[in-house]
């Protein structure tokens, strides 16, 4: 929240000509940056706007919280007005989106978007923003998730006609959304007034603030039916001890006011993801406040779409790792942080404000916010500086804050066709364990060629898409990626590789030419013809895995050498250290090198390496399965 008074104390704030300068520096304070044109203009003609409604409405003692932000969330709503209900006196809350539209039609695709003319591409209709804004305070802040009936939404179109945006109002109008143009002032004076009293707000205002985040019994009930009928889950051995472990510190935690931190740790295809879903679904069917978070954009997406796709409310208890840096202690039952390996130092960036800039490590703010934090990881998935998710990591954070921390290590493993055999020649060609590379022999679970070329690759790949399995090629972060595309055009094919060319995956959260958004390139049957690298194929796996190994790692001699010039990887600093860098290169391809389910085809840019390659994995041709 940018901004808080009575509505009388905005618009004398408004009439000194102080607003906008209020506004501004504590925008700068927040996000460390000054606001855009787009968004200043707003704050110079649309707060007014509401504040001279409200005192028109005789209503200048309600409390106006101007861009407040959602919780657990960078969204921000326009204003929430916090006031008293008229008849029964209990709070009162109406979340106001504001828009200087001055005309606005619904898309001829999807009448949930609208067009404007001053934007090439659509918007979300206004109703179905303010619609969603409150639904989502609904399930996350206490002091509505029991009382919905005191939140109300309403868009006003402050400089539009009643003509020029009455086919908005076609997705219908509720509790939630609704909207108002400029023709129709009056009713929406008359519309405030049903919703507010003219006595003070600031009481109703602390309430709203003061409101603990957390996921509503009703939305932990949604998942729960969502998770049950979405999934059936068979939890085996050390899988089901991992879930047991868990059930049992909740409720330790609930009989005696208990904290203690769970890890699970396990390599790929172990089925930590298969647990998270599991506790999920059980401890929301429990009424357990729970949230699930990661630190991977893909992933985090991916489990969206696969727990929430019919309920799109279930999607918001899927979080970032950096989504807690001010919640409240032990403001969650559990918190289950997959791929816990993505845990970062800490979660300030360029745009944390200054108060938030504690030093605090993630992994305490991560144990901080629940009373049962479970940490998801595997080691040797650790592919970026700053990476901080280990064992030990996570055992000291909790030590220093005398919690006891249970360990349990999975062993079986259902990536790679179940192949041990696999994992165990991955990890010893990389140098990942000791006792040095093997020569693979074929195990009949896992199929593992060297090819020749990346045409070569590309084509075997493509035959065994025609006989309806599923494919991707992946590589090493070698070659410059060109993040803005030209919209029309292709996206541009920056993997060269002698004549061969294909582009990255898609950057961004937008299809381009047909090539799915980033976060669903490992899942999207179009996302074969890009080259996907660790960040979108980490956490997925797929039948074929095509592995482009990039000049950044080559064999010279009896040895692997990694060359930090040849990697194009943004994230590699000066300041990080060259056997940081050789670390983890190797893990990126130990990433890489593990997603396919029934077979590897692998491939060298450096001949020397291929060479090597060919004599470990006993390659046969490229179109006979080893």
Known sequence: MLFRDSAAGVAAEILASSLYFRLTEQFVHVHGRKPGAAEARSWERSIPVIARALDDAGLGQVEMLIEYGLPLTSKRADVVLAGRHPDTGEPSYVVVELKQWSQASPDDDDPMLCRIDSYVRPKLNPIEQVRRYCRYLVDFNGALSGHPERLHGVAYLHNATEFGVAG??????????????ADRRGEFLDYLRTRLSPAAGAGAADELLAGKTRPSVQLMTAAAQEVREREQFVLLDEQQVAYRTVIGAVER???????????????????????????????????????HATGSQSFTKTMRKVAGSRKREVQELFKYFNSFMTAEKNSLDVLVCDEAHRIRETSANRYTRAEHRTGKSQVAELIDVARVPVFLLDEHQVVRPGEMGTVADIRAAAAAKGLECRVVSLDSQFRCGGS?????????L??????????????????LIVAESPQEMEEFLASRRAEGYGARISAGYCWKWTTKSVPGQPLPAD??????????????????DGAPPASLWATDPAGFGQV?????????????????????????????????????????????????????????????????????????????????????AGSQPLLVSV
């Open 495 to 512: 993997v060269v590789i002698g004549d061969w060319a294909r582009p990255w995956n898609v950057y961004g959260d937008r299809s381009v």
């Open 420 to 428: 041990d055999a696999y994992l165990t020649w991955v990890v010893r």
């Open 532 to 616: 996907g690298c660790v960040y979108t194929a980490q956490g997925f796996e797929y039948d074929w895995s095509g592995v482009i190994v990039g000049p950044d790692l080559v064999w010279r001699g009896d040895r692997w050498v990694t060359d930090r010039r040849a990697s194009k990887d943004p994230v590699f600093k000066k300041a990080t250290s060259d056997a940081d860098v050789d670390r983890l290169i190797r893990n990126t391809y130990k990433v890489l090198l593990t997603r396919g389910m029934v077979g590897t085809v692998v491939y060298s840019t450096d001949a020397e390496t291929r060479h090597r390659l060919r004599a470990l």
């Open 168 to 181: 908005l109002t076609e997705i219908g109008e509720d509790q939630f959304g609704r909207l108002f143009s």
């Open 253 to 291: 935690a609930k009989r005696s006011d208990h904290k203690e931190v769970v890890i699970v740790t396990g390599g790929p295809g172990t089925g930590k993801s298969v647990i998270a879903l599991s506790l999920l679904g059980e401890l929301y069917r429990q009424g357990v406040p729970t949230l």
């Open 430 to 447: 990389l140098g990942l364990e000791a006792g040095g590379p093997v020569t693979w022999e074929p195990d009949g679970k896992m199929s």
